[in-house]
């Protein structure tokens, strides 16, 4: 093989040697802007492309330019993924990913991850969205986020303060994870066997429950408000739903969930959120585009 040949072989090589190993990071920036695992990887695939076509020799810094790509592609879809959102059949959750081999997801920190938490991202603009991940999740410094976002370190700083008091004002007070798993244990529990006093004691006054089926039959199209009513809606449908279910404990988005089969094809993913005042969201995620990219997120990350 000529020489010339060998050597663009090689830089191949090391452009894919690069991307692989920033490849997590790479990922968990853009699912935390997107709340997808299918949308960040599609973008994934894009930056791929576009670092393949860039003159590398000219980047002094593959891993800043990778994650100012990244953020800007994530920054665009996210844009257009608001609109697409205000037209989904019923309640929308953000898509689950398997954190058993990554818990952090790619990230100095595991901030931003939970599903509740994700919801609450949900509520800043795509900029400061974009901020705020870069700067509590993975840590990087104003400038280069006033880089990426193209502004001022002064007004980067500020998105993230901004975004910080937002998203501290609406946040509940987390458990840790081993609270976390031992009150799903104990609602399943009480949610097998219909024990609405027994649902009641573990739930916030102001808990919902949301089933995210994108219109799929089957899937509630209303979150269900309120610790009495979620608590006899759950006890009038644990005769239909829990006979014969065997449960799969799995890890989601660096939480406890269950897998929960619903008929010979299809399952639920059930998980909750919660805080020392007890359950307030029970989460179930019948989509199944969503569980199919749950079972290929192990294999992303």
């Known amino acids: 093989m000529p020489a ?35 949308e960040a990887e599609d973008i994934l695939q894009e930056v791929w492309l576009r670092w393949q076509n860039t003159d590398r020799v000219t980047i002094e810094n593959p891993s800043a330019f990778l994650a100012l ?26 898509e689950p990913v398997d954190t058993s081999l990554d818990p952090t997801l790619g990230a100095e920190r595991g901030e931003a991850l939970e599903l509740a938490f994700l919801l609450l991202l949900e509520r800043l603009a795509p900029t400061e969205r974009a901020a705020y991940v870069l700067r509590e999740a993975f840590v ?21 303060s901004r975004a ?6 609406a946040r509940r ?6 609270e976390h798993r031992r009150l799903l244990a104990v609602f399943l529990d009480a949610a097998q066997t219909g024990n609405v006093a027994a ?3 573990l739930f916030a006054a102001d808990v919902v429950s949301s089933s995210d089926g994108g219109g799929i039959r089957g899937a509630a199209r209303f979150p269900l408000l309120g610790s009495n009513r979620v608590a006899k809606f759950l006890a009038a449908y644990a005769p239909r739903f829990w006979p014969g279910a065997e449960m799969t404990w799995v890890e989601a988005n660096g939480r406890a969930g269950v897998l929960v089969p619903r008929n ?29 990219a749950f079972e290929r997120s192990h294999h992303l990350i």
């Open 173 to 178: 007070e987390p458990i840790d994870k081993m």
């Open 4 to 38: 010339e040949s060998l050597e663009r072989v090689s830089a191949l090589d090391q452009a894919a040697s690069d991307f692989v190993e920033l490849r997590p990071r790479l990922f968990g920036i853009a699912y935390r802007m997107l709340g997808s695992a299918v």
């Open 199 to 201: 649902l009641e004691d």
């Open 140 to 160: 990087y410094p104003y400038a280069q986020i006033a880089e990426i976002l193209q502004l001022t370190p002064v007004n980067a700083r500020q998105l993230v």
């Open 164 to 169: 910080r008091k937002r998203l501290t004002a």
């Open 264 to 292: 010979h094809t299809d399952v639920v993913l059930l998980t909750i959120e919660a805080s020392p005042q007890g359950i307030h969201h029970v989460m179930w995620i019948v989509n199944p585009a969503k569980l199919g």
């Open 69 to 94: 790509i990244t953020t800007r592609l994530a920054i665009n879809v996210a844009r257009s993924a608001h609109s697409r959102r205000e037209t989904y059949i019923g309640p929308w959750l953000p």
